[in-house]
């Protein structure tokens, strides 16, 4: 069965570095990745998707790669603000289902 | 902007009852999902629901489980006979329409369900 994992459970990043998060996946290649934030007690929300003849994704401070040869997709926030702690998650999909890992808390550090 | 609406916030049940959990999903998607979310775990997929039947579900929704679109706007999710681990956040999602991945979920705030 398919299995995402991601990096770490937590991440303290200085505010202003750029924050990087890793999600590693096996058996097969999605033919989407995305990565949702999610706030405590919250649902997720939507960040970026990347599909998988696109090697590199942006949105304003948000950028997303995806190697389907490493089967490894990373999430880069970059000028890092406090406001941007929280839960990411990656997912990915097939037919109509998600499959969510388990997520990396981001800290970022004042 | 349009966004998923449950009901209720919080549900408290006991071990055996029935549940019904509702949702509003956005009024012109096609596709409408539900998710759970054991406290301190990951959120996990439970079932998809196009054209008025399920299109996918995993292994965790089985007989107990039951989806439902009663009218033109609810999306229900019914536990016929709670257990203790069925105590979770279970969250709502609705997309366009495109499926299989291309378009994006929107999520409710979640219910969160505890059984006694």
């Known amino acids: 069965s398919q299995k995402i994992e991601q990096n770490s459970e937590a991440l303290n990043i200085q505010e202003g570095k750029t924050a990087t998060l890793t999600c590693n996946y096996t058996n097969y290649s999605p033919a989407y990745l995305q990565w949702y934030r999610q706030d405590p007690g919250r649902g997720p929300v939507f960040l970026l998707l990347i599909r998988e003849n696109e090697k590199e994704k942006r949105k304003e401070r948000l950028k997303v790669t995806f190697d389907t040869t490493l089967k490894q997709s990373l999430f880069h926030i970059t000028a890092s603000q406090p406001a941007d702690s929280a839960t990411y998650l990656c997912?990915?999909?097939?037919?109509?289902?998600?499959?969510f890992g388990k997520g990396t808390r981001l800290h970022i550090l004042p | 902007e349009p966004e998923v609406t449950q009901t209720p916030s919080h549900q408290v049940t006991q071990m055996g009852q029935e549940v019904i959990l509702r949702c509003v999903p956005i009024s012109n998607h096609l596709y409408f999902y539900w998710y759970r979310q054991i406290l301190g775990q990951k959120v996990e997929f439970l079932v998809s629901f196009y054209n008025n039947e399920i299109s996918e579900k995993s292994e965790i929704f089985d007989d107990q489980f039951s989806v439902e679109r009663p009218d033109g706007s609810n999306f229900t999710l019914k536990i016929r006979s709670t257990k203790l681990e069925d105590s979770a956040m279970y969250f709502c999602?609705?997309?366009?329409?495109?499926?299989?991945?291309?378009?994006?979920?929107?999520f409710g705030p979640g219910t969160r369900l505890t059984v006694l």
């Open positions: 997912a990915l999909h097939r037919d109509d289902k998600i499959i």
């Open positions: 999602a609705s997309s366009e329409g495109i499926g299989q991945g291309g378009d994006t979920q929107y």
